[in-house]
């Protein structure tokens, strides 16, 4: 025995020997570390900074409303084209432990915001581009950190020093419309800016409840349907189901309809258990025959007693029950998902029931219209909701040219819904083209200059930092970024000295003459953009306090 375990211990690397509770001795040995790599201290740092700039390069070019697309195509061949930043950092699948943080951080803002995706990601690799220049001075980490957060709560307060107050009314919609302008001015809806924002104005407030000043994006549906042009794109005041009339000789059109909405399918009903029928005879198949169609007479029956004029089924029915609905004058829909089934029993104030024997007139839907509409050559049909008994809920259709243009369009409309959002939470805004990052560097570049420690070099850091927004925008609009850079910001120090006030310069991206971003009406909402400052802060702070990393795979 004793000489197994010398053989065993032979080729093992002895760390130590410990002590049992009864005195035995315990022989430490060293795991074996074989196909583990370990990259500790400064080396690590550079490292995930070196990552994480990799990443942020990649969306960098899609900032601003020049920004570029990118082209993403999945392992099934499926095509995505966007500029989207969220989108992009979700669709490319990044296998680096530092790159999927950066992915979190995008996905953070877009739960969040819903909006900045792109601008955030860009600001993080500005600050660790700033941070690996003062690691390399020899400044560590975490008075890096420090410096950082302290800059950031300068730049948050310059923020809503220079916000402005927009006063919207349900009369006076066009400062909701503009932003959204804005925040679409860099999809690929861009033409259609105008009415697309319009139509996610309208959206929101139908669904907003404006005493608490919240709203519940759920009761928004965005569904799209290829073909057509984008310009067909329309608000319809109910729900659009993408499913059709289930018989074809049933009626298609439905005025002043009451529907039924049930989770229970038009079936006999079945034991749970595993089972079986021996039928000996044409007689017992005959009785069963006519067992079913009484279970499917009846169901019917309960219907029309109730006085439903539409039925809208969770579940599927056969062509026998489908028969009987038509013979019947009953129109039905099978197959409607859980969430369109709450949400049109939430537009039309119908009772979902689970059980026919609880249907009765009281737990009808109203809708004022119920139509079902064809398009094109082709077999697509949907059915329009439409005029229902609380607008509540409502149901932005998108038209396209091609299935790719109508999911890029229903991202877009997605931020453009986050935004308008956020600004009747918060009406606040502030001022894009890079105008607001150029205001809080010369904010944090004054405070820099009364701080007499070490932290100095990091509140200039982050200075410098903010200025990769507008360099970024005048790259992608084609112009010479420093010189853009250096000529606003000297303009916006000179004019501040003369009137004490803020003025609002921006990159002109477009071209229009002016770098007025207030005349250009080219708005931001700033709890958006405070987000951004410190989500980006955040997960600088983070990457920069990895100092150790340990990986059981070489090759990640």
Same mark, same amino acid.
């Given at each position: 025995?004793?000489?197994? @375990?010398?053989?065993?211990?032979?080729?093992?690397?002895?760390?130590?020997?410990?002590?049992?509770?009864?005195?035995?001795?315990?022989?430490?040995?060293?795991?074996?570390?074989?196909?583990?790599?370990?990259?500790?201290?400064?080396?690590?740092?550079?490292?995930?900074?070196?990552?994480?700039?990799?990443? #942020?390069?990649?969306?960098?070019?899609?900032?601003?409303?020049?920004?570029?697309?990118?082209?993403?195509?999945?392992?099934?061949?499926?095509?995505?084209?966007?500029?989207?930043?969220?989108?992009?950092?979700?669709?490319?699948?990044?296998?680096?432990?530092?790159?999927?943080?950066?992915?979190?951080?995008?996905? @953070?803002?877009?739960?969040?915001?819903?909006?900045?995706?792109?601008?955030?990601?860009?600001?993080?690799?500005?600050?660790?581009?700033?941070?690996?220049?003062?690691?390399?001075?020899?400044?560590?980490?975490?008075?890096?950190?420090?410096?950082?957060?302290? !800059?950031?709560?300068? @730049?948050?307060?310059?923020?809503? $020093?220079?916000?402005?107050? *927009?006063?919207?009314?349900?009369?006076?919609?066009?400062?909701?419309?503009?932003?959204?302008?804005?925040?679409?001015?860099?999809?690929?809806? /861009?033409?259609?800016?105008?009415?697309?924002?319009?139509?996610?104005?309208?959206?929101?407030?139908?669904?907003?409840?404006?005493?608490?000043?919240?709203?519940?994006?759920?009761?928004?549906?965005?569904?799209?349907?290829?073909?057509?042009?984008?310009?067909?794109?329309?608000?319809?005041?109910?729900?659009?189901?993408?499913?059709?009339? #289930?018989?074809? +000789?049933?009626?298609?059109?439905?005025?002043?309809?009451?529907?039924?909405?049930?989770?229970?399918?038009?079936?006999?009903?079945?034991?749970?258990?595993? /089972?079986?029928?021996?039928?000996?005879?044409?007689? +017992?198949?005959?009785?069963?025959?006519?067992?079913?169609?009484?279970?499917?007479?009846?169901?019917?029956?309960?219907?029309?007693?109730?006085?439903?004029?539409?039925?809208?089924?969770?579940?599927?029915?056969?062509?026998?029950?489908?028969?009987?609905?038509?013979?019947?004058?009953?129109?039905?829909?099978?197959?409607?998902?859980?969430?369109?089934?709450? &949400?049109?029993?939430?537009?039309?104030? !119908?009772?979902?029931?689970?059980?026919?024997?609880?249907?009765?007139?009281?737990?009808?839907?109203?809708?004022?219209?119920?139509?079902?509409?064809?398009?094109?050559?082709?077999?697509?049909?949907? *059915?329009?909701?439409?005029?229902?008994?609380?607008?509540?809920?409502?149901?932005?259709?998108?038209?396209?040219?091609?299935?790719?243009? *109508?999911?890029?369009?229903? $991202?877009?409309?997605?931020?453009?819904?986050?935004?308008?959002?956020?600004?009747?939470?918060?009406? $606040?805004?502030?001022?894009?083209?890079?105008?607001?990052?150029?205001?809080?560097?010369?904010?944090?570049?004054?405070?820099?200059?009364?701080?007499?420690?070490?932290? %100095? /070099?990091?509140?200039?850091?982050? !200075?410098? @930092?903010?200025?990769?927004?507008?360099?970024?925008?005048?790259?992608?609009?084609?112009?010479?970024?420093?010189?853009?850079?250096?000529?606003?910001?000297?303009?916006?120090?000179?004019?501040?000295?003369?009137?004490?006030?803020?003025?609002?310069?921006?990159?002109?991206?477009?071209?229009?003459?002016?770098?007025?971003?207030?005349?250009?009406?080219? %708005?931001?909402?700033?709890?958006?953009?405070?987000?951004?400052?410190?989500?980006?802060?955040?997960?600088?702070?983070?990457?920069?306090?990895?100092?150790?990393?340990? &990986?059981?795979?070489?090759?990640?």
């Amino acid at each position: 025995m004793q000489a197994q @375990a010398q053989q065993a211990l032979a080729g093992a690397k002895i760390a130590g020997i410990a002590q049992d509770e009864y005195g035995r001795p315990i022989i430490l040995v060293k795991q074996d570390d074989e196909g583990k790599t370990r990259v500790t201290g400064l080396e690590a740092q550079k490292q995930n900074i070196f990552a994480a700039i990799q990443v #942020s390069q990649i969306v960098r070019s899609s900032l601003g409303p020049r920004g570029m697309d990118k082209m993403l195509v999945s392992p099934d061949q499926d095509v995505t084209v966007t500029n989207d930043g969220a989108t992009i950092m979700d669709k490319m699948e990044i296998m680096n432990h530092i790159g999927q943080l950066v992915v979190n951080l995008s996905k @953070a803002q877009d739960d969040e915001i819903g909006d900045g995706t792109t601008g955030v990601v860009v600001l993080l690799g500005g600050l660790l581009e700033q941070a690996e220049q003062l690691l390399d001075k020899g400044i560590h980490g975490i008075r890096v950190s420090e410096g950082f957060d302290s !800059a950031c709560k300068v @730049a948050c307060d310059e923020l809503s $020093r220079i916000a402005d107050k *927009v006063e919207w009314s349900k009369d006076n919609l066009e400062p909701l419309i503009t932003t959204a302008m804005s925040t679409l001015s860099s999809k690929i809806v /861009h033409r259609n800016r105008r009415q697309i924002a319009e139509i996610c104005v309208k959206a929101v407030l139908a669904v907003a409840d404006l005493d608490r000043k919240d709203v519940n994006l759920d009761l928004i549906k965005v569904e799209g349907k290829p073909g057509g042009r984008m310009e067909d794109t329309c608000l319809v005041e109910g729900i659009v189901l993408d499913k059709d009339i #289930s018989h074809p +000789q049933m009626v298609k059109e439905i005025k002043d309809a009451k529907i039924a909405v049930l989770t229970c399918p038009f079936e006999p009903p079945k034991p749970k258990t595993k /089972h079986k029928i021996d039928l000996s005879s044409g007689e +017992q198949y005959q009785k069963l025959h006519e067992q079913e169609q009484e279970y499917f007479k009846n169901m019917v029956k309960l219907c029309k007693d109730s006085g439903a004029t539409l039925v809208c089924c969770q579940w599927g029915f056969d062509d026998e029950a489908n028969h009987l609905l038509m013979t019947n004058k009953l129109p039905a829909i099978r197959w409607v998902g859980g969430v369109e089934l709450e &949400l049109l029993a939430i537009a039309t104030g !119908a009772r979902i029931v689970p059980r026919f024997e609880e249907l009765s007139a009281d737990k009808l839907g109203v809708a004022g219209s119920v139509k079902e509409v064809g398009f094109g050559t082709t077999k697509d049909r949907m *059915v329009f909701i439409e005029n229902c008994k609380n607008s509540k809920a409502v149901t932005i259709f998108v038209r396209g040219g091609n299935k790719m243009i *109508v999911e890029e369009a229903k $991202r877009s409309i997605h931020d453009a819904l986050c935004v308008v959002r956020n600004l009747v939470r918060d009406s $606040r805004i502030v001022y894009g083209g890079g105008h607001a990052e150029m205001c809080c560097s010369i904010a944090v570049e004054k405070a820099a200059k009364q701080v007499a420690t070490i932290e %100095y /070099h990091a509140l200039s850091a982050f !200075a410098s @930092a903010l200025d990769v927004v507008p360099i970024a925008l005048a790259e992608n609009s084609g112009l010479a970024a420093i010189e853009t850079l250096t000529s606003l910001k000297t303009t916006y120090r000179e004019l501040a000295e003369k009137d004490n006030t803020v003025h609002h310069l921006g990159v002109d991206c477009m071209d229009s003459g002016t770098n007025n971003m207030k005349e250009q009406g080219v %708005y931001e909402t700033l709890i958006g953009k405070m987000q951004q400052m410190k989500l980006a802060t955040q997960m600088a702070k983070m990457i920069l306090k990895i100092d150790d990393v340990i &990986l059981d795979d070489p090759t990640a």
